[in-house]
C-alpha cells in the first residue's frame, strides 16, 4: 500500500467551478501536512500546510482529519491558471513523501 | 528566500555513460539532501537523503552503488548516475533543508538516456 494516495484524475472542470480533492495518508506518524502544485516539467511548489482546525488561503480550504487520516484541498472559483497536479504531501521521519499527485484541468 | 540551483536542467546521454547532477543552495547551508526521481505522469519517490559529511542513506530498491551521492559540502550535494540505461530516463530533482529553512527545491534534472 502507498504511503500516500491520491485519485489521479484527471479532474476537467469549467473557470468558476469548485473543486475538492481527497488525500488518505497509511503511516499514524506521519508529522506535517501539505498540499504542493506541480505544473508540467517543472519542480513541485508549495502551496499550504494543511491543519487539523482547517486553514484557508484566498480560494483554497485545506482540512486534515487526523482520527480516519484523510486531507482535502478545495479550490472555489476555478481559474484557467490553476490546471496543474495537486500533490498531497506528508512528512514522516524527516522525509517529505509525496502522493500520487491529482491532475486538474480547468477549461474556459 | 531559499534557493537550490540545480543543473543542468536537462541531459541526454548515450547508454552506458554516467551523468552527475548537482545542486547548490545559493543562500543557506543545507544540512540535508533529498533526492528524488519522477517518472512520468508518477509521483516523485524519494531515493536518498543525504546529511553533509556523512554517506546517504538509500530508500529500498535503489542501487546505491548506481546512484552515487556526495554531499562534501554544506552548500553541494551531486547524484551521479553511473552507467546509464534508458530505464534511467525520468526527472531527477533534489530538496535541500538547512537550519531555519525549510524544503526548498531544486528546478529539478530531466534525464534521457539513448
Known amino acids: 500500500r502507498k504511503e500516500v494516495e491520491q485519485d489521479p484524475g484527471p479532474f476537467n472542470v469549467p473557470e468558476g467551478a469548485t473543486v475538492a480533492f481527497n488525500c488518505t495518508y497509511s503511516n499514524s506518524a506521519s508529522q506535517s501536512f501539505f498540499w504542493y502544485r506541480q505544473d508540467c516539467r517543472k519542480e513541485p511548489k508549495l502551496l499550504m500546510s494543511v491543519y487539523s482546525s482547517g486553514n484557508e488561503d484566498g480560494r483554497f480550504t485545506a482540512q486534515l482529519n487526523r482520527a480516519s487520516q484523510y486531507i482535502s484541498l478545495l479550490i472555489r472559483d476555478s481559474k484557467l491558471s490553476d490546471s496543474a497536479t495537486y500533490l498531497c504531501v506528508v512528512i514522516l521521519t524527516d522525509k517529505l513523501i509525496f502522493g500520487t499527485g491529482t491532475r486538474l484541468q480547468v477549461f474556459p | 528566500g531559499a534557493v537550490v540551483s540545480q543543473h543542468p536542467s536537462w541531459v541526454i546521454c548515450k547508454s552506458g555513460t554516467s551523468v552527475k547532477i548537482e545542486c547548490r543552495s545559493l543562500d543557506f547551508q543545507a544540512t540535508t539532501m533529498f533526492w528524488y526521481r519522477q517518472f512520468p505522469k508518477q509521483s516523485l519517490m524519494l531515493m536518498a537523503t543525504s546529511n553533509e559529511g556523512s554517506k546517504a542513506t538509500y530508500e529500498q530498491g535503489v542501487e546505491k552503488d548506481k546512484f552515487l551521492i556526495n554531499h562534501a559540502s554544506l552548500t553541494l550535494s551531486t547524484l551521479t548516475v553511473t552507467s546509464a540505461h534508458p530505464e534511467d530516463s525520468s526527472f531527477y530533482i533534489c530538496?535541500?533543508?538547512?537550519?531555519?529553512?525549510?524544503?526548498?527545491f531544486g528546478s529539478g534534472t530531466r534525464l534521457t538516456v539513448v
Open positions: 530538496s535541500a533543508r538547512g537550519r531555519g529553512y525549510g524544503y526548498t
